[in-house]
């Protein structure tokens, strides 16, 4: 779990509407993961603020954009929805722009097949179905009777949704809306997008322009109807505020989960938790300490390409060993409490929860100036990151007694423009996935728990945000070079502990783990398990990654464990599911220590179940799989 803060203040409304016909798919060329794609670049040169209020040009670069994305759904098999509702969200974006009301309309309904989530299915498309049955009735789109015909059409659209989806579209839409500033959504697009305009040497990556044309399309749909789509919300959550509070949700863990007594506990296991780090205060006696190095320990002595830190290691920002359990603090705009309460409430927010945390993040990023976006964004980002390995380290050893917390710490860059990846910073990228193993081999940990994942998009984003590479195709070489290197040494790593069970967590974007070809989740081996994330009705999130790589599935949604310095918060994301399994696992080894991986492995697929909304999804049981243990 990373929240993204970038999604809240400045593109909020950039996957709006889906909807394309497409050619069949014979004699495409078959694309299965997505470096396969094309890379383009667009000419262009100059301010991202002229850009954006040129008209002229944003209508000549859309055109290119909609020309390159058609022939790209022409040409190639693409086996993602995902990626597919990428491409139709572009196209009809643009489309809308166009007028072009009936290819709106038309392929609405086969964008709706691409959604394998009902609840998406259910809401997708309300806007701007309401937006062209008005035009259709009106003539119009800009007058008072357009716009009457608009509020008339967006509720009887969004009444004909089921109560428990409208909610949350009613919720999130709520705060798209009310976040719409175009003054601050353009300086966010300057300060993320400037770097890579001025370094293209008049060559900029074809994504990085297309992030300015929805902007500029989003809000050109969305603003003059703003005040309109918020009264229609509002009058729904009033009508139907008795309704949706009387509904009840089953709590679909509580006689799943198990805890132990410390004489059922009676083997110590030690569970690494690979991340951000583990602040040792909240954990006490549940911290595992190296008693064989306490003494003398010298943390200067580079002893087998690892520094010991007595409950673990680390690895600073160029990922070179390093020591401290938690990555270095920043100085901070903001106080921390008030981060606490600010990304809590961005979390719910996201996940359509009402509280009062949301309703301050909500008024607080309302009320920033365009030049305090930054500042706010990067403290949100130091503190999800810096909380995160703590939070993760809790839902590991709850209900365990005999459970310890070993750490091998990463340092991830926190800042809005990230620094720039080197042949040596990556190949200590490779090095450091080695050493972390090795470290645990020779510390007897048992369970290594694993909530991150990457690929190696993100590598051609910063080259080309510094201008690295004569092109796109030269960019993806360098990063599909770093990556695949990272990919065998951290695969070869856990080939060569075979005792160790490596659990990870699949993601958080809404898409296929194995197309997004990401590390660890995409690792098939025999002591490698990803996990995905359910609700606390056992119902697939919004926003958990899936995919056949994806074992189990777990409760992701609204679990709460300790931050650094003791308080507790509730976390959503693929990052509390995956420790879930971690928890299970350690606590089986707590039993039976003589357990295998593929043992394990075999015992909660064995005593896991379906989900409850016939997906095909294995839920994990642990009450049934420590059960079995026990007999």
Not at 98 to 105: A, G, H, I, M, Q
Not at 293 to 321: L, Q, Y
Not at 568 to 590: C, E, H, I, W, Y
């Amino acid at each position: 779990m990373k929240l993204n803060i970038k999604n809240f203040m400045f593109r909020m409304i950039i996957w709006i509407m889906i909807g394309m016909n497409t050619p069949t798919a014979a004699q495409k060329i078959k694309i299965t993961r997505a470096d396969e794609l094309p890379r383009r670049t667009i000419d262009l040169s100059g301010n991202v603020k002229d850009i954006y209020n040129n008209d002229a040009l944003i209508r000549t670069i859309a055109d290119q954009i909609y020309a390159n994305a058609e022939d790209d759904l022409n040409k190639y098999d693409i086996q993602d929805k995902s990626t597919l509702t990428g491409y139709y969200s572009v196209l009809m974006l643009i489309d809308f722009s166009r007028r072009d009301f009936d290819k709106v309309l038309e392929n609405t309904v086969l964008v709706k097949s691409l959604q394998d989530k009902e609840e998406d299915r259910a809401t997708l498309g309300l806007f701007t179905t309401a937006y062209i049955q008005a035009f259709k009735q009106t003539n119009s789109t800009s007058t008072d009777e357009f716009k009457q015909a608009y509020k008339v059409a967006f509720t009887n659209l969004l009444n004909a949704v089921d109560k428990k989806y409208a909610k949350k579209y009613v919720d999130q839409t709520k705060l798209s809306l009310t976040l719409l500033n175009p003054e601050r959504s353009l300086v966010g697009l300057e300060t993320q997008l400037q770097p890579f305009i001025d370094n293209g040497k008049g060559k900029v990556p074809e994504n990085v322009v297309t992030s300015i044309i929805l902007t500029r399309f989003s809000l050109d749909m969305r603003l003059p109807l703003k005040d309109q789509s918020l009264e229609v919300l509002e009058n729904w959550l009033s009508k139907n505020k008795d309704e949706v509070n009387e509904i009840v949700k089953v709590d679909y863990w509580k006689d799943r989960n198990i805890n132990l007594n410390e004489k059922e506990s009676k083997n110590e296991i030690i569970i690494a938790v690979w991340d951000t780090g583990v602040d040792p205060i909240p954990y006490g006696n549940s911290m595992w300490v190296n008693k064989k190095e306490i003494e003398g320990n010298n943390k200067d002595d580079d002893r087998n390409g690892f520094i010991d830190d007595v409950n673990g290691i680390a690895f600073d920002i160029d990922n070179k060993p390093t020591t401290g359990p938690l990555i270095e603090k920043r100085k901070l705009t903001y106080e921390v409490k008030d981060l606490q309460r600010w990304m809590k409430g961005a979390m719910d927010l996201q996940n359509g929860i009402q509280s009062s945390e949301g309703a301050e993040f909500q008024q607080k990023v309302v009320a920033l100036k365009p030049e305090e976006g930054v500042p706010f964004q990067e403290d949100l980002s130091w503190y999800s990151t810096y909380a995160h390995g703590t939070h993760v380290a809790g839902i590991a050893v709850s209900g365990n007694p005999s459970a310890k917390i070993l750490f091998s710490r990463i340092t991830y860059d926190t800042k809005v423009k990230p620094r720039l990846y080197t042949d040596d910073t990556q190949s200590n990228m490779a090095s450091m996935f080695t050493k972390a193993v090795t470290y645990f081999k020779q510390n007897n940990v048992r369970v290594v728990n694993m909530s991150w994942r990457y690929n190696s998009a993100a590598y051609e984003a910063v080259l080309a945000m510094y201008g690295v590479g004569k092109d796109e195709e030269e960019r993806k070489a360098i990063a599909k070079k770093w990556f695949e290197a990272e990919r065998k040494a951290l695969r070869d790593a856990f080939a060569s502990a075979p005792e160790i069970l490596f659990i990870c967590g699949s993601g958080n974007e809404n898409n296929d783990a194995n197309f997004a070809d990401y590390i660890p989740a995409g690792i098939d081996l025999p002591n490698v398990i990803t996990v995905g994330a359910v609700n606390d009705e056992g119902k697939r999130t919004s926003f958990t990654t899936e995919g056949k790589s994806v074992d189990f599935y777990a409760n992701g949604y609204e679990i709460e464990s300790h931050v650094p310095g003791g308080d507790r918060m509730k976390f959503s994301g693929t990052s509390m599911a995956s420790p879930q399994v971690a928890n299970l696992t350690a606590k089986m080894l707590a039993i039976n220590p003589k357990l295998s991986p593929t043992e394990m492995i075999s015992i909660i697929k064995s005593t896991s179940t379906p989900d409850p909304e016939g997906k095909g999804l294995l839920l994990i049981h642990p009450k049934n799989a420590i059960d079995k243990i026990k007999k």
